[in-house]
C-alpha cells in the first residue's frame, strides 16, 4: 500500500488529489504530529519550513520502518525507480 502525506487539510488533499489523479491515499496532517514522528518536521529557519522534508518510508507488515529515503530535490526523478529496485531486492530475499 502505498500512502502520502502533507500538513494540508483534508478538503485540499482531495482536491490535489482529483487534480493529479493519484493512485494513492493522501493524508493530513495539519498538526505535524505525523512529521514529527517521523522526523520530517523543518527547522523554523529553514526557507521551506511550511513543508516537510521529502521522505519515503518502508514499512514491513509488522509495522517497522525497514528503509527511509530523505530526497533531495535533485533525486525527485530518479526517486521512485531507485525505491522500486529496492523492494524487488528485498524481496527476492
Do not use: C
Not at 526557507?47 to 533525486?75: E, K, M, N
Amino acid at each position: 500500500m502505498i500512502l502520502g502525506a502533507s500538513y494540508d487539510t483534508p478538503a485540499e488533499n482531495r482536491a490535489w488529489h482529483e487534480d493529479m489523479g493519484f493512485g494513492f491515499r493522501l493524508l493530513s496532517d495539519p498538526d505535524r504530529a505525523a512529521a514529527a514522528a517521523y522526523g520530517v518536521v523543518r527547522p523554523p529557519t529553514d526557507r521551506f519550513a511550511a513543508y516537510p522534508a521529502r521522505a519515503t518510508f518502508v514499512i514491513d507488515p509488522a509495522g517497522l520502518v525497514g528503509l527511509v529515503y530523505v530526497v533531495a530535490g535533485s533525486q525527485i526523478d530518479s526517486h521512485a525507480s531507485t525505491v522500486l529496485e529496492d523492494l524487488l531486492i528485498l524481496k527476492r530475499g
